[in-house]
């Protein structure tokens, strides 16, 4: 009753069984316990000391620092027209400090258009920078280029400046 084929399968099928139980356990750990790395890596704790920093002093006879709207003052020291610039020793204010220059390239209500300006001044490699001032109508923006302690050189980066930009720069008194 049972053909010689079936025989067969079944004998195969009994031989697969007996090597899956044979190789399964030695392949796979089904005994529960998981060993686990309990060894710390971490390096013990350094032993740092807390410093001490002593306070800050304020160093005496200094005189303090002008505000913006002082320091800049748009129009004042600029060559008239024919005003000519004869060659020039470095000046020093009254407080001791060498009289410097700047150039202002422009104003901006627009804070990006004053940083892409900057950037393509500097890349041309002028020393440019950029102040902001508070108005009435909100904060403006400004580039100058500078500073620089002989009138003339800027005189002549202004022309140069004036060219290549297309704006109208202004020559400007520059006080630390």
């Known amino acids: 009753m049972v053909t010689e084929s079936l025989k067969q399968r079944i004998v195969g099928a009994v ?3 007996a090597l899956a139980i044979v190789i399964i356990p030695l392949v796979f750990d089904f005994s529960g316990q998981r060993q686990v790395d309990t060894s710390s890596k971490i390096p013990p704790m350094p032993d740092i000391k807390p410093v001490i920093v002593a306070e800050p002093t304020r160093p005496k006879n200094i005189i ?21 610039l004869k060659d020039e020793e470095p000046a020093l204010s009254s407080e001791g ?17 004053a940083k892409n300006l ?3 001044l ?15 109508k909100g904060i403006l ?5 500078g500073p620089k302690v002989l009138k003339k ?24």
């Not at 002008?66 to 000519?84: M, R, Y």
């Not at 005189?155 to 630390?176: H, M, N, W």
């Open 118 to 120: 900057e950037k393509k």
């Open 64 to 84: 303090p620092a002008k505000s913006e709207d002082e320091i800049f003052q748009f129009g004042v020291d600029a060559p008239q027209q024919g005003e000519s």
């Open 141 to 145: 923006s400004r580039v100058f280029i």
């Open 153 to 176: 050189k800027l005189v002549q980066e202004k022309i140069a400046i004036d060219k290549k930009y297309s704006v109208d720069t202004f020559l400007i008194r520059f006080e630390p």
């Open 15 to 17: 031989v697969l069984i």
């Open 97 to 113: 400090l060498p009289v410097a220059w700047v150039l202002q390239v422009g104003s901006f209500r627009d804070k990006a258009v």
């Open 122 to 136: 500097l890349n041309d490699g002028y020393q440019a920078f950029i102040r902001e001032k508070k108005d009435s």
